[in-house]
């Protein structure tokens, strides 16, 4: 049977971008906002922009316009600001003419630490033949939010190390050298080598020892034990509060809880991992809780990032909170 065509007789109030395989999860996140169509993991409401845990990125002042050709629809866009990034639903051919006519957008991988780009980036798509869709504000500073790095393939024990940069680096905040951080679950160590390399005073703690070249790093040391069972109160107070262990989400909630309670953390992120949709329900409560923000960065899969006391990630054309002044 084939697909109906979508309306899209109704400028949207907000477009949200899902994460790969995360579609689902981004729908039933937006159902309430009023959805008026859903095509290539793009999600559009009638209601405007507001936080969402799944979403990838969002554009914030979406805009349609009818476009007689290439040319129309290069001199719309060109008419609103310079720089764009092409997200192509359908018309591929089309598309690229379009993206062709406009200024080229470098692409780079990025070191870290750095700050992100400051200039304001657009983003726009063919709904129709003659149907532009766009927008010159998105929640992102990145083309469609997409956080890629010049990896190291050499000293991190784990690619886990990248969600820590997906995070610093969107956020503009993180630990300074000489800070108190706790890795709770730390083996075999890829965020303690990124915390470790910025200069902070890791105490990492698993039942696991950690990889010989993170346990080497200066300021970096292991302890024996269980991460859900260490006492805030004995060891806190700390400047930040790790977790990226592997476990039950409900059982990382409560340890999130744990320590807020005790206020035993300037900062707190902690990964929240799910089996299928297995866990998901702990998610609208710590939303909840003030000062608190859940991402799902770049580099998670089917996990979220629970933040506290860290500032909301920059939109595009913004700065960055704070920025990374300190290199490694």
Not at 132 to 142: D, F, I, N, P
Not at 214 to 230: E, H, I, K, Q, T
Request: negative net charge.
């Amino acid at each position: 049977m084939p697909t109906p065509p979508l309306d899209h007789s109704d400028a949207p109030g907000a477009v949200y971008l899902a994460p790969r395989e995360q579609e689902a999860d981004l729908a039933a996140e937006l159902a309430p906002r009023g959805v008026l169509w859903s095509t290539e993991r793009l999600i559009a409401t009638r209601d405007p922009p507001a936080p969402a845990v799944w979403a990838q990125d969002v554009w914030l002042e979406p805009r349609l316009a009818s476009v007689e050709s290439i040319g129309d629809a290069v001199r719309t866009l060109r008419g609103v600001q310079r720089n764009w990034c092409l997200w192509s639903i359908d018309h591929h051919r089309r598309c690229a003419l379009i993206e062709a006519g406009l200024p080229p957008m470098r692409s780079r991988l990025l070191a870290f630490p750095t700050e992100l780009p400051s200039a304001p980036l657009g983003a726009f798509a063919l709904l129709e033949r003659n149907l532009l869709l766009y927008s010159a504000t998105r929640a992102s500073v990145l083309p469609h939010g997409e956080m890629h790095f010049d990896e190291d393939h050499t000293n991190p024990p784990s690619r886990a190390y990248l969600k820590l940069w997906d995070l610093f680096t969107r956020t503009g905040h993180a630990p300074r050298p000489g800070e108190r951080c706790l890795d709770l679950g730390a083996a075999p160590g890829g965020w303690s080598w990124v915390l470790g390399r910025l200069g902070a005073s890791v105490l990492a703690i698993d039942r696991a020892p950690l990889a010989a070249p993170v346990a080497d790093l200066p300021g970096v040391s292991w302890r024996s034990g269980d991460a859900f069972a260490v006492d805030p109160a004995r060891e806190g107070p700390v400047d930040w509060l790790f977790c990226d262990v592997i476990a039950k989400a409900e059982r990382s909630a409560e340890l999130i809880h744990r320590w807020l309670d005790a206020g035993a953390c300037k900062h707190l992120v902690c990964t929240l991992k799910f089996r299928g949709d297995e866990g998901k329900q702990v998610l609208p409560d710590l939303v909840a809780i003030p000062g608190a923000r859940l991402l799902h960065l770049f580099h998670n899969r089917n996990e979220v990032t629970f933040v506290h006391g860290l500032a909301d990630p920059p939109r595009a054309g913004s700065a960055p909170a704070e920025p990374l002044s300190h290199r490694v």
